[in-house]
Nanobody, 125 residues
Framework: VQLQASGGGLAQAGGSLRLSCAAS????????MGWFRQAPGKEQEFVGG???????YNTDSLKGRFTISRDSAKNTVDLRMNSLKPEDTAVYYC????????????????????WGQGTQVTVSS
């Protein structure tokens, strides 16, 4: 599967952005799909994901502001980000992982085999 992330850009604090991850080659329903981000000088951080069953899983620190959904017809997974903060500034990556992956691994990069190229999100104060 090939992944293409889009939708990044510049936003003001308190604003919203929607990122989209378009998959090609395979249907997203065959994978667990995750979003990660990496800020300059920091390690990659799990943002959230959606299992092949359609169940979403999030990190507690972002729950309530970030929402993940998928559109099977378009073969895309979206990350809706609300109430943006300057600390949300990062490159955001989407990833796809095997259906058989253990749930605990889905919160880490090792739970995913395929990665998109990343899209930059910059939040100004």
């Amino acid at each position: 599967v090939q992944l293409q992330a889009s939708g990044g850009g510049l936003a003001q604090a308190g604003g919203s952005l929607r990122l989209s991850c378009a998959a090609s080659g395979r249907t997203i329903k065959d994978y667990n799909m995750g979003w990660f981000r990496q800020a300059p000088g920091k390690e990659q951080e799990f943002v959230g994901g959606i299992r092949w069953t359609g169940v979403t899983y999030n990190t507690d620190s972002l729950k309530g502001r970030f929402t993940i959904s998928r559109d099977s017809a378009k073969n895309t997974v979206d990350l809706r980000m609300n109430s943006l903060k300057p600390e949300d500034t990062a490159v955001y990556y989407c990833a796809a992982g095997s259906k058989s992956s253990i749930l605990s691994t889905l919160f880490t990069p090792r739970g995913y085999e395929f990665w998109g190229q990343g899209t930059q999100v910059t939040v100004s104060s």
